[in-house]
């Protein structure tokens, strides 16, 4: 499936906090001007109830993703072998998390996916892919629960970013990367690192966590879903590409058309977290349809 779109028209910046009131994304979706705790958006300064625990996340998390971290975790995941559930069980079983990262939201998992993928089925009817993509663009948060090994939070969420290259000093909290061992191992330190210019960034590993694992659940259960939607699964919490364009040398041709994509799920990812309830059974029914068509019924975890 071949999609092209014109590049989006509205740019927000968070970091300045000038977010208008009422700023409208392209199909009418109105953005907050705070998010769930009257801050604004991914402000990791502003003093909050969960500030502390945000940057003892990244802390953590920037000492422990290293290449060979990364590589154990693609070949002991990347087997598919922990369970067989559907898409909706799976939604189901995420609903008892909070994600520890997000400095934006403390709700139970559904009410994001359900966020987004309706505040994009507004503005967007006719792209039913991208409906879904909203929905499951999460679902590799499972990773938390027993059942796929209770990984620690570190290991799942947050900002992702390449390893096997230098870490660029726009990824948030960056000063505690000179704990991680890739930091000054001089294969991994370079621009490069153990990449080429314009490889792709299918060739380039990630680190490890929900976006990478949901990834290549889709990928292996042989989706129906266009590349689009994987390049947004595998890469929506990439800020440091898709919000300060960092890594861009990395990318390929087809990488750059998708980037597009992502510019746009990103700003439904991010602003539609609010207070605001969705009726789950009301909307299941049309979410159910989407997964029938793109997926199968079982799926291999």
Same mark, same amino acid.
């Given at each position: 499936? &071949?999609?092209?779109?014109?590049?989006?028209?509205?740019?927000?910046?968070?970091?300045?906090? =000038? +977010?208008?009131?009422?700023?409208? @994304?392209?199909?009418?979706?109105?953005?907050?001007?705070?998010?769930?705790?009257?801050?604004?958006?991914?402000?990791?300064?502003?003093?909050?109830?969960?500030?502390?625990?945000?940057?003892?996340?990244?802390?953590?998390?920037?000492?422990?993703?290293?290449?060979?971290?990364?590589?154990?975790?693609?070949?002991?995941? *990347? =087997?598919?072998?922990?369970?067989?559930?559907?898409?909706?069980?799976?939604?189901?079983?995420?609903?008892?998390?909070?994600?520890?990262?997000?400095?934006?939201?403390?709700?139970?998992?559904?009410?994001? @996916?359900?966020?987004?993928?309706?505040?994009?089925?507004?503005?967007?009817?006719?792209?039913?892919?991208?409906?879904?993509?909203?929905?499951?663009?999460?679902? !590799?948060?499972?990773?938390?629960?027993?059942?796929?090994?209770?990984?620690?939070?570190?290991?799942?969420? *947050?900002?992702?970013?390449?390893?096997?290259?230098?870490?660029?000093?726009?990824? +948030?909290?960056? =000063?505690?990367?000179?704990?991680?061992?890739?930091?000054?191992?001089?294969?991994?330190? &370079?621009?490069? *690192?153990?990449?080429?210019? *314009?490889?792709?960034?299918?060739?380039?590993?990630?680190?490890? !966590?929900?976006?990478?694992?949901?990834?290549?659940?889709?990928?292996?259960?042989?989706? &129906?879903?266009?590349?689009?939607?994987?390049?947004?699964?595998?890469?929506?919490?990439?800020?440091?590409?898709?919000?300060? !364009?960092?890594?861009?040398?990395?990318?390929?041709?087809?990488?750059?058309?998708?980037?597009?994509?992502?510019?746009?799920?990103?700003?439904?990812?991010?602003?539609?977290?609010?207070?605001?309830?969705?009726?789950?059974?009301?909307?299941?029914?049309?979410?159910?349809?989407?997964?029938? =068509?793109?997926?199968?019924?079982? @799926?291999?975890?």
């Amino acid at each position: 499936m &071949t999609i092209s779109i014109e590049q989006p028209q509205i740019e927000v910046e968070v970091e300045d906090k =000038k +977010v208008p009131r009422e700023l409208v @994304l392209d199909g009418g979706f109105m953005v907050p001007e705070t998010n769930s705790f009257g801050h604004t958006f991914r402000d990791y300064d502003v003093e909050s109830e969960r500030k502390k625990a945000v940057e003892e996340f990244y802390r953590t998390n920037h000492i422990h993703q290293t290449y060979d971290f990364v590589t154990r975790m693609r070949e002991e995941y *990347g =087997k598919l072998d922990r369970v067989e559930m559907s898409i909706w069980e799976c939604i189901e079983l995420l609903n008892e998390f909070i994600d520890d990262s997000d400095p934006d939201l403390d709700e139970p998992q559904i009410e994001h @996916l359900l966020q987004t993928a309706e505040a994009i089925r507004k503005d967007y009817p006719d792209e039913d892919w991208l409906h879904l993509t909203g929905l499951i663009h999460d679902l !590799g948060k499972v990773l938390l629960h027993q059942n796929f090994g209770q990984l620690p939070q570190w290991a799942v969420v *947050g900002d992702t970013f390449p390893v096997g290259c230098a870490f660029d000093e726009c990824n +948030v909290h960056h =000063k505690y990367f000179k704990e991680n061992p890739d930091y000054s191992n001089p294969k991994y330190n &370079t621009k490069l *690192g153990a990449y080429s210019e *314009g490889c792709g960034l299918d060739n380039v590993l990630m680190s490890w !966590g929900h976006d990478d694992y949901m990834y290549l659940v889709a990928k292996e259960n042989k989706t &129906t879903l266009p590349s689009a939607a994987l390049f947004i699964i595998r890469y929506h919490s990439f800020y440091p590409l898709h919000k300060h !364009g960092a890594y861009q040398y990395l990318m390929n041709d087809e990488d750059k058309e998708n980037l597009k994509w992502l510019h746009i799920f990103n700003k439904y990812d991010l602003y539609s977290k609010s207070k605001v309830r969705i009726d789950v059974e009301k909307v299941k029914p049309y979410y159910l349809s989407l997964i029938e =068509k793109y997926f199968p019924v079982k @799926l291999r975890w």
